[in-house]
Every structure is written in C-alpha cells, then in structure tokens.
C-alpha cells in the first residue's frame, strides 16, 4: 500500500459525459501528479501541481482540467468524454518542498479504470 | 530525460535471480535511473533509484556500470508475484523547464516469473 488513494476504482460512463477523478497524496506530500495508461499509448504525464499551483503539463487534453485543493487533495476532471479517453488514470505524489528541485520519489495510487461506452 | 532501452520480456525460474538489464547510453551527469514495476493493471510501484554507486534495498539491487551507460536490476530470489512489467526511467536531477519531475515510462521489460 503506497498511501495514496484514488477514486473511484472504476467508472462507466457514454460518451459526450463529464466525469472527476479523486486523489489524496500521501501524508506530508505536497505534489500530486496524474498519468493516464491506454493500450495504444503507455503511461503517459499528464498534469503536476505543487501544493496547489500547476507546476507543469504534460500530454493533456484541453478537455481534461486538474486542481489541488487547499488539503491537498487533486481531482482530474475528463469532460466530453470520447470513446479514446478510455484507460488507467494514476495519480501519485512525492514529498516536494518549495526547496527541492521535485524530482523526489513518486509513489502511485491503484488508479482508476475508466470506460467510455 | 534520456532515452533506455528495455528487452521486451525476459523469463526467470522461482527462487533464482532476475537481471534485468537497462541500457541508457545517453545519460547525463545529473540524471539519475529510477526503477519501477506495474503488477497487472495496478499502480506502479517504486523499487530502487541510484545515481553512480550500486544501491541495495529490501526490494532489489542496481548495479549502474562505471561510464553510467548501462544498469541492472537484479531481484535476488525472484517469486511468482515478481511477475510484472519493470520500467527503467532516467530521470533529471534539475529543477524547472518542462519536465519538473515527471517520470517517462518507456515499454519496459514483461518478467514472467515461472514455478
């Protein structure tokens, strides 16, 4: 157990639908970072925020948003959803501090299979 | 981040070692290689990061070769539930510019692990 969480674990939805993924980073950790897993493309970065403020973009869709709460608590946010947004969504987290250069380990939740119908 | 190259899959008996090779010729000074696996689906897990000296934890070891080019991952009595896709990532030691700590997975190497 990593100490992140995520949910939900699964999530049906049509397609042209909007859906939030949730993360808690570990106890302490400041950074949250998301990646989405597909068949055809690996995992991939898609969005860092640093307690609270994006930090950098990865591969991510304008139709996909992020924000880290003030509890530090993040949700991806997947809006007209396509058959091809279907995947694994991972977010992880690493302690990070505003002294540190953000390359500390990251450690990922059990993620969140999303189909797209 | 440079570049590695992972054999696509590799085979180990139970109870024997698993080397898992690494190639990353391009690597910088300030780079570190970073080791992860995923178990069927789950999230990937963290297993052994190292800079220029070998390291050893709990998990496995990381022999990085001299001129840094290469590495191995070497699981010391592999079991069944070492079976998974182990990602070799270079990662930046800077700060700043685009990568700001994200990790690029290549293909990694599926380790079937058999009885």
């Known amino acids: ?3 992140v969480t995520q949910t939900p674990k699964h999530l049906i939805t049509a397609t042209g639908q909007r859906v939030t993924l949730r993360c808690s980073p570990r106890s302490g950790d400041l950074s949250v970072y998301w990646y989405q897993q597909s068949l055809d493309q690996g995992l991939q970065f898609l969005i ?3 307690n609270g403020e994006e930090r950098a973009k990865g591969n991510i869709l304008e139709r ?3 924000q880290q709460f003030p509890d530090l608590h993040s949700e991806l946010n997947l809006s007209s959803l396509e058959l ?3 995947a694994l969504y991972f977010c992880a987290s690493s302690v990070a501090s505003r ?3 953000y390359q500390e380990t990251q450690y990922f939740g059990p993620g969140t299979r999303l189909l797209v119908l | 981040d440079a570049k ?3 054999p696509t899959s590799m085979d180990c008996a139970e109870g024997r070692a ?3 090779p690494c190639n990353h010729s391009t690597i910088s000074g300030n780079e570190y290689v970073y080791w ?5 689906s789950q999230g990937p897990q963290y297993i052994i990061h190292g800079l220029k000296n070998n390291e050893t934890n709990e998990m496995a070891s990381l022999i990085i070769t001299e001129d840094r080019k290469s590495s191995t991952l070497i699981l010391p009595h592999a079991t069944l539930r070492d079976t998974a896709v182990y990602y070799c990532i270079v990662r930046s030691t800077n700060a700043g510019g685009t990568s700001y700590g994200k990790l690029t997975f290549g293909q990694g190497t599926i380790l079937t692990v058999h009885p």
């Open chain 1, 64 to 66: 996909f948003s992020a």
């Open chain 1, 1 to 3: 157990d990593s100490g």
């Open chain 2, 36 to 40: 992860y696996r995923q178990i069927h």
């Open chain 1, 48 to 50: 860092h925020y640093y």
């Open chain 2, 4 to 6: 590695t190259t992972q």
């Open chain 1, 84 to 86: 091809g947004d279907s």
């Open chain 2, 18 to 20: 698993a080397n898992l």
């Open chain 1, 99 to 101: 002294t540190t250069t």
